[in-house]
C-alpha cells in the first residue's frame, strides 16, 4: 500500500521551469546584451513547454504581448512583439536566439523547447543581413 501511494505522489509531480524572454526593438541591433527593451521572467512552466507557450503565459502576465501568422507546415511566424511589427516589405523578422551562447535557434517558436533558467532573446533584424557573428560573443559593461 506504501509503496502505491508513492508511486502515484511521485506521478503527480510534474516538472517545472523558468524561462526569461527578452526583447531587442531596434532593427539589425546585432547585440545579445543589455540593455533590453522588454524583460519578462516567466516561472512555473511544464518541463516540454516550448516557446510559444512561454510567450503565452508571458502574455498572460500583462507585460508582454505577441502576434503570429500558423503556417500549417512550419508553425507560428511571430511578427510582432510589443506593439513593433515585422515590417515583410522591409524583408524584417524576429529573430530568436537562446541557448548558452545566445545562437540563433534551429526551431521556431512552436517547435523550441527553451531548458530550465535559459533566456530566450527576439530581436529585429533583416532578411540578409548577417548579423548573428558580427559580433564578439561576448558582452560589454553597460550603463543603463
Known amino acids: 500500500m ?8 511521485l506521478s503527480s509531480v510534474v516538472a517545472e521551469k523558468e524561462v526569461t ?5 531596434g532593427v539589425n541591433a546585432g547585440r545579445t546584451c543589455p540593455p ?9 512552466l511544464e518541463d516540454k513547454a516550448t516557446l510559444l507557450s512561454v510567450m503565452e503565459q508571458a502574455q498572460h502576465q500583462g507585460s508582454f504581448t505577441f502576434g503570429y501568422t500558423l503556417h500549417p507546415k512550419w508553425g507560428a511566424q511571430i511578427n510582432t512583439i510589443n506593439g513593433l511589427s515585422a515590417d515583410s516589405s522591409a524583408n524584417q523578422y524576429w529573430e530568436i536566439l537562446g541557448g548558452p551562447d545566445m545562437e540563433p535557434t534551429q526551431y521556431g517558436a512552436s517547435s523550441y523547447v527553451p531548458a530550465d533558467g535559459e533566456e530566450v532573446l527576439f530581436r529585429l533584424v533583416t532578411f540578409g543581413n ?12 553597460w550603463t543603463a
Do not use: E, Q
Not at 506504501?2 to 505522489?9: A, D, E, I, T, W
Not at 548577417?130 to 559593461?141: R, V
Open 2 to 9: 506504501f509503496g502505491l501511494l508513492c508511486l502515484v505522489l
Open 130 to 141: 548577417d548579423i548573428s557573428h558580427a559580433l564578439p560573443a561576448y558582452c560589454l559593461p
Open 21 to 25: 524572454v527578452l526583447v531587442i526593438n
Open 36 to 44: 533590453y527593451d522588454g524583460t519578462v521572467v516567466v516561472p512555473r
